[in-house]
């Protein structure tokens, strides 16, 4: 059962049935290929897709799926506008999609997002941003902000209640979901966005904490060494990686909306979830986090199996319902 983070909470003795099962699940798909960090980069991108395509199948329908390409001030870029309903303007959450800035896409990301339209009864817009090492930071980050504002700015005719604006996201997508309200918040244009999804976000870009040391070997989905990896493909020199921008826990979050955080217990991301969630604290951000015992890195990706990711998914439906 997942439970509020108050300081007193424990980590999980061991994993849930269904995420070990997760993780054979993964390994055994992964098996025929190599260490997607030993190939180029355009064939890891195509291995990671034929070995989590499985895991996306089935989930809601929607009244109405579309792509569609919009001319931004950053260049064309592609979304994919997912739809419970098409009779009345309905609340928006713009999704970033993980991968460490690398990896995955719309498609990887296509049963969790349908889940969170599902869910919430909300339109959900997928963001195909712009992927590293080709794009630097902070190519992704402008890429997000100027598509949040496209959006809001053409409510009307998406069928958005442009007072009901959401951005959330994965790992490297929740390091971006922040970052986009950062950067909304120097444009004077934080009110496009009314709360954030933060599910095992990127935070901290040393890769030093604790939890890299005891869950960062490989065993559990996400290692440090791929860690490293991400953050070298994303940055474009080492020195960025305190910039606020790249890195929020060094970032000023005073004023930024109300933010739910899901956290893996067994993550090598672990403590700078746990800190980002003081930071939040410390700024006067109403921050609920809630860590979910028995699990894993990327663990949303489980749904297929019911069980923990399905109360997670349902736990942020509900979040965002609320808001």
Known sequence: M?????GTTTLSAGLRPEINQFLDEMSAAGEPYPSLMSIP????????????????????????????????????????????????????????????????SLDT?????????????????????????????????????EAVKWGTTNADALGIDPQKIFIGGDSAGANLSVATCLMLKEQNLLHYVQGMVLSYG?????????????????????STEEMHWFWGAYLNQPDEVTQPLASPVFADVRGLPPVLMVIADHDPLYDENIQMKDHFGAAGVAV??????????SFLESMYLGGVANEAISDTTEWLKAL
């Open 288 to 297: 609920t986090a809630k860590i979910y015992p028995g699990t894993t890195h």
């Open 2 to 6: 997942a439970t509020a983070f108050d």
């Open 109 to 145: 990301h296509d049963r969790l997002m349908r889940e969170y339209a599902a869910g919430a009864n909300m339109h959900v817009i997928g963001i195909d941003y712009s992927l590293a090492p080709e794009n630097k930071f902070p190519t992704q980050i402008n890429e997000v902000t």
């Open 202 to 222: 990127v935070f901290d870009g040393r890769c030093s904490a604790k939890s890299y040391e005891k869950y960062g070997q490989g065993e559990y989905l996400l």
């Open 41 to 104: 980069v355009h064939k890891a991108r195509e291995i990671a897709e034929i070995v989590r395509k499985p895991f996306t199948a089935n989930g809601p329908d929607m009244a109405e799926t579309r792509e569609q390409q919009i001319e931004l001030p950053t260049g064309c870029l592609n979304i994919r506008i997912y739809s419970p309903k098409t009779d009345k303007p309905l609340p928006c959450l713009f999704y970033i999609h993980g991968g460490g800035w690398v990896l995955f």
